[in-house]
């Protein structure tokens, strides 16, 4: 009974004195990690809707800042712009308009803001034909989420033998488009 108390008590101080403070590093890089995307994403997101477009090196610099905390991301960019339609009785027929308008928006993606930044061009990186133009008024919104298995998730998931999600770090963020420079 006594060796076995005393294997207990080295598990014990094993767990504490080299476990858990790993475990709170691993912790504590990943909150350093987020607080850089986090930093990151805002400052991304509110330069574009203070400029009213994105251009190549604006999403470039964002991206190497929030890679440089050594995890890696999925950014996916959403773009609302607002479109204003009569609201008609007949649609055939013009004449029968309601006097009134409907709001709608039309979305845009990673899929059709990327092409816009990066064509198969030889046109330089500050062509203005590779911005990506929003107006204002218009919604921006960006969403950043890592896509590895950062030390303290593998960490986690040894200690309590599961498996969690590789997503430790989650940033949504955006707004209303707020300028349009040239």
Not at 18 to 26: E, K, N, T
Not at 153 to 174: M, R, V, W
């Given at each position: 009974m006594d060796s076995i108390s005393k294997v207990f008590a080295i598990l014990i101080a094993i767990l504490l004195l080299?476990?858990?403070?790993?475990?709170?590093?691993?912790d504590q890089q990943d909150d350093v990690s987020e607080l850089v995307a986090l930093r990151a994403t805002t400052t991304f997101v509110d330069a574009v809707r203070d400029k009213g477009y994105i251009s190549p090196t604006m999403y470039n610099d964002f991206l190497q800042a929030i890679h440089a905390t050594g995890n890696t991301f999925d950014v996916?960019?959403?773009?609302?712009?607002?479109?204003?339609?009569?609201v008609y009785a007949d649609p055939t027929r013009p004449e029968t308009f309601q006097g009134k308008y409907a709001v709608h928006y039309d979305m845009f993606y990673n899929a059709q803001i990327l092409p816009v930044l990066f064509p198969n061009s030889a046109a330089g990186k500050d062509d203005p034909a590779r911005r990506y133009k929003l107006h204002v008024g218009d919604t921006f919104y960006v969403v950043v989420k890592n896509t590895n298995r950062t030390n303290g998730?593998?960490?986690?998931?040894?200690?309590?033998?599961?498996?969690?999600?590789?997503?430790?770090?989650?940033?949504?963020?955006?707004g209303v488009v707020r300028n349009e420079d040239d």
């Open positions: 080299y476990v858990f403070p790993i475990s709170s590093a691993f996916r960019m959403e773009h609302g712009q607002k479109r204003y339609v009569p998730t593998i960490l986690h998931d040894f200690l309590n033998n599961a498996s969690s999600p590789n997503e430790k770090i989650f940033i949504p963020y955006g």
